[in-house]
């Protein structure tokens, strides 16, 4: 891992406009939250600056007085202005020339993030496709910006005829998106083969750990499965996801699933290009909504996952809801009569974990079915499968095999029944 020790961290001043439409309390948790994308991304933060406005200044985002005020502040105090909305390249060129510094809109920040927290290949294909998304109009701004000259400088030698730089530009980057889908269309091929086969071998009870960025999903996962997810009190610290089986084992195997988090104002290139490592996510039968409850802005955590997750196809998939990290704050009586059969709790506390544990482990056994399954002696290879997939009640030797009584996943129960006979 690498580590900023040595240099300076770079010093960044957050800038936002209030629109009318935006609440106090919203604006101040979404500024709160630029700021940890800030820390995330190793920028100490040392100053906010606001401005309450009935839309963002065409030109520049911030009004030309403030614009002025914000140079003023700038001068020696800070490397970059991070800007609390998506903005337009125009936007953002003006500004940096007026207040003197780089600036960075709240879209840039998330990206950046993914980008460097990216790990898997397919992670890193998908942040990439995302990032080029981005790029591409504000290329197509930055010629403009540049002048007629550039546009008019057409080419010769391999430019189609009269083709500009910027448009070069732009078909190189459309050409590497599309052969990076290619490349992730055949991981997601892959992984399906493989996940396909997983079920076979595991039954198919999953549970997917959703939420939004830094709730405890991670946490939860290593608790639950005693697997070693990466925890970081970061934004967006995972990025792919991973399954392992809940432990301790038992009937059915239960596989849980780590997930990447949720933001306000995910970019839509990010929401898009990973929906296929979300995907995996949503075969689950059950979805384990994890809130950070000690967050004051929780209700509009929960919303915005929910929204999430209804864009990319997940609304009927039954929810699981976990008010987690109750240690740190939050009102666990009222949590508990707003949203009934939730669950509330500290990944801190083991008991808590075991209840977690439990409300799983109960979804799935509601599902279960007993039936009768008779196995040939013929066909005792089975034998083995049977007992990891099932949970076997009875067994009485007959004839030519053995009588079973099991209870287990109807699926899984059903494909069991179809090999004894073959
Ligand atoms: N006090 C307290 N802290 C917790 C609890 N659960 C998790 N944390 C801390 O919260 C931070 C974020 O936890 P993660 O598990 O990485 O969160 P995540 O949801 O996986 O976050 P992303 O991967 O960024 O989406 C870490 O510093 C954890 O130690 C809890 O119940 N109580
Ligand atoms: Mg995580």
Known sequence: MTREVDHKPKRAIVAAVQLPGASDVEFEASLTELRQLAKTLGFEVVGTFTQKRASFDSAAYLGLGKRQ???????????????????????????????????????????????????????????????LGYMAPRLREAAKLAGPQSRERSGVGGRAGGESQSELDRRKIRDRIAELQKELDAMHLERKTQRARRQERQGLARVALVGYTNAGKSTLMRALTGSEALVADKLFATLDTTVRALHPEGVPRILVSDTVGFIKNLPHGLVA????????????????????????????????????????????????LVFNKIDRGGDEAALRAKYSGCIVMSARREG?????????????????????????????????EIFATCEVLEERAAGEGAFLRVRGEPEAVQRLREQARR
């Not at 490397?79 to 125009?90: G, K, N, R, T, Y």
């Not at 007026?98 to 790990?119: K, N, P, Q, S, Y």
């Not at 919303?303 to 998939?317: Q, W």
């Open 69 to 131: 005020e914000l140079k003023g502040l700038v001068q020696d105090r800070a490397d970059i202005v991070l800007v609390d909305h998506e903005i337009s390249p125009s936007q953002a060129h003006n500004l940096e020339k007026e207040v003197g510094c780089e600036v960075m809109d709240r879209t840039m920040v998330i990206l950046e993030i993914f980008h460097r927290h990216a790990r898997s290949r397919a992670a890193r294909a998908q942040v990439e496709i995302a990032r």
């Open 273 to 320: 290009s990973f929906k296929s490592t979300l995907d995996e996510a949503l075969e689950a039968s059950l979805l384990a909504h994890v809130v950070d409850a000690s967050d004051p802005g929780f209700e509009r955590q929960l919303a915005v996952t929910e929204e999430v997750l209804d864009e990319i196809g997940a609304k009927d998939v039954p929810r699981l």
């Open 352 to 384: 808590d974990i075991e209840k977690l544990r439990e409300a799983i482990r109960a979804f799935f056994r509601q599902r279960l079915v007993e039936a009768e399954l008779f196995l040939p002696w013929s066909a005792q290879k089975l034998r083995g």
